[in-house]
Structures are given as structure tokens and as C-alpha cells.
């Protein structure tokens, strides 16, 4: 707090309020960094209750240092010096909530809602692709095992037709090797 006292020291800062050296700082174009806007409004506190003929200023000194490191005041300060900045070099106006929540849920979650139902109809049009390829591969199959079937039956029915014309052919055999015996004897 004394290097933002030696700061100001020359400066009219402690006769004006911590709001007026923000809006003159504002006015004017120069940068006052947080930090340094708030101990110079400890200060100027402190010194006013200096010539007050406060006996606790000691005490009172220490709290407000306790305070900022708790808080960790100063990094805050310094982060939101940092958006300040950053916010400058934008052109378009920050978002300002609407007063009607419905409304306002809707616009931050309408992107959020839209991201996904995109992503949802990849994921369909990718699972109808796999889909197809496997109907595809179901009637690949079906074709195949028609014509195994087939083969099956076409080999039963030879199957059965030698064991039905076998017995007759074994016959016709046997008939013919008792006439050539016969004729030989």
C-alpha cells in the first residue's frame, strides 16, 4: 500500500472518492490498474480516519492485508484487468441476459442443442451405413446357402437315383453272368 500511496503522492487523488478517479481515468483514456485503484481507496479510507483521530488504524491496516491474501484479491483484480483488456477489441456487445429466462436458455442452449442433434444424425447415418453393409451381407449369405441347398438336393437325387437303379443294374449283372455261364456250359 505505500508504493500505491508514493503513486499518488503529488496528485489531488486523496481528496477525490475512489468512484471519481475511476470515472476521471475512464474519461481521460489512461489505465488504472484495479489493484492500484483499490489500495489507493484503502488509503484514502485510512487517512480519513487518521484525521478523524482513529487509534485503530494499526489494527485496522493489517485486517485489510489479510483480507486481500485470503481472497486472493489481487489476482482477481489482476484477471478481471485482463478481461477488461480483452473486451476492448471487441466489436460486438457482450451478451446481457434478456430478463425473460426462457428466452435466455433457449439462445445459450440452442448451439449447445444443435452441436448434438448434428452429431446424433452422423452417428444414425453411419449406423444405417453399417446396417446396410450387413443387410448386404445377410442376402450374400441367404444366396449362398440356396444354392449349398441346392447342390445338397442335386447330389441326394444321384444319390438316390444310383441306390434306385443299383439294384436293378446289379441284377441285370448277375442275370447276365448266369447266360454267358450257361451258354458256356
Known amino acids: 500500500m505505500a508504493e500505491a500511496s508514493s503513486v499518488n503522492a503529488g496528485s489531488d487523488c486523496e481528496e477525490k472518492g475512489p468512484e471519481e478517479l475511476s470515472q476521471e481515468s475512464a474519461r481521460s483514456g489512461t489505465i488504472i490498474s484495479r489493484v492500484k485503484l483499490f ?20 489494527s485496522l491496516q493489517e485486517e485489510i ?14 484477471a ?3 478481461i477488461v483488456e480483452e473486451s476492448k477489441d471487441r466489436k460486438e456487445p457482450a451478451w446481457r441476459p434478456s430478463g425473460i429466462p426462457e428466452k435466455d436458455l433457449r439462445s445459450a442452449m440452442a448451439p449447445y442443442l444443435l452441436q448434438q442433434r448434428d452429431a446424433l444424425q452422423r452417428r444414425v447415418q453411419k449406423q444405417e451405413a453399417e446396417n446396410r ?10 444366396r449362398q446357402l440356396e444354392e449349398l441347398q441346392l447342390q445338397a438336393q442335386a447330389r441326394q437325387q444321384a444319390w438316390q437315383w444310383g441306390l434306385d437303379r443299383g439294384p436293378l443294374l446289379a441284377s441285370a449283372h448277375h442275370s447276365d453272368v448266369q447266360l454267358m455261364s450257361v451258354v458256356a456250359t
Open 65 to 78: 492485508s489479510e483480507i486481500k491474501a485470503e481472497g486472493n484479491l489481487e489476482a482477481v483484480l489482476i
Open 80 to 82: 478481471l484487468d485482463a
Open 39 to 58: 489500495d489507493t481507496m484503502v488509503d484514502t479510507f485510512l487517512q480519513k480516519l487518521v484525521a478523524a483521530g482513529s487509534s485503530f488504524l494499526f
Open 133 to 142: 453393409q450387413l443387410a448386404d451381407a445377410v442376402l450374400a449369405g441367404r
